[in-house]
Every structure is written in C-alpha cells, then in structure tokens.
C-alpha cells in the first residue's frame, strides 16, 4: 500500500495539495511572505494526529457499544525558537460529554489508539513528546 499527493505551486508562498482527490491551499501568513489562503503546514500534522486518532477512538468505542456522546479533540504544541522550528511537545485533549460515560472505556480506547493504532501517533512519537488528557464531562480521569 502506498499513499500518494501531489503538490502544486500556485504562486508566491501558496501550494494546492492534492489528497485522495480533494484539495487543500496551504500557505503562510502575509507577515511571513504569503498570502493567508490556507493552513500552514505543520498545524496540520496536529490536525493529522488528532483526526487519526479521533477516528480510531471513535471506531473502538463502537465496538465496545458506547454510545450518545460528544468527543472533541483540543490540541497544542510548544515549537522552539531556533530552525527548523519543530514541535517540542504536544499535547492532545480529549473532552468527552455525556451521560453515563464508561470511563474505562473511553480511557482504553484512548490507549490503544495511542498504542497500537494510529500510524501518525506511532510516526510522531519518535520525534516529540505527545502527551494525553482525558476529561468526562469536565471532570480529569487521565492524564499521561
């Protein structure tokens, strides 16, 4: 198996990413040159991380027949000062709600997803700290 994009440049700072045919205008700020048409580039490796797990997450609680609940994904990450200005550490907040929530549950699927499944989660890993939060109904059942 093999995945596949082609970008293109648009002009100046801007890129048209082709993705499973869908298409996404990266570029910068128009402090930094560009023109502000789309995402920077390394927010959306968060935006990976948090979509490939929240999509694992979100399959393995189904499995486990939970249901009725609302998941969000809050992510942030520390970059250094000096170049290339990679992410130090990030950190993923998960913010579940609900009634009657499996703490348990949810807390495995966290896991395993981390663990065991999420391929950008596992490439990530071997080059920043990602750290994990959990929280039910505003209430902190985990914190890794």
Not at 22 to 31: K, P
Not at 44 to 69: F, H, P, Q, W
Not at 118 to 126: I, N, T
């Amino acid at each position: 198996m093999q995945n596949k994009l082609s970008n293109n440049w648009i002009d100046n700072l801007a890129f048209d990413a082709e993705i499973d045919g869908f298409h996404l205008t990266l570029d910068v700020s128009e402090a930094a040159g560009g023109n502000n048409r789309g995402p920077r580039p390394k927010p959306l490796l968060l935006a990976a991380l948090s979509g490939c797990t929240g999509m694992d997450v979100v399959s393995i609680l189904k499995k486990m027949r939970v249901e009725n609940y609302k998941l969000t994904i809050d992510m942030d990450a520390d970059v250094v000062d000096e170049h290339p200005k990679v992410y130090s550490e990030i950190r993923m907040q998960f913010i579940f709600t609900g009634e009657d929530l499996p703490k348990d549950k949810i807390i495995s699927a966290v896991q395993l997803s981390a663990d065991k499944y999420c391929a950008v989660s596992a490439m990530l890993k071997k080059a920043v700290n990602i750290k994990t939060l959990i929280l039910i109904n505003e209430q902190e059942v985990y914190n890794d």
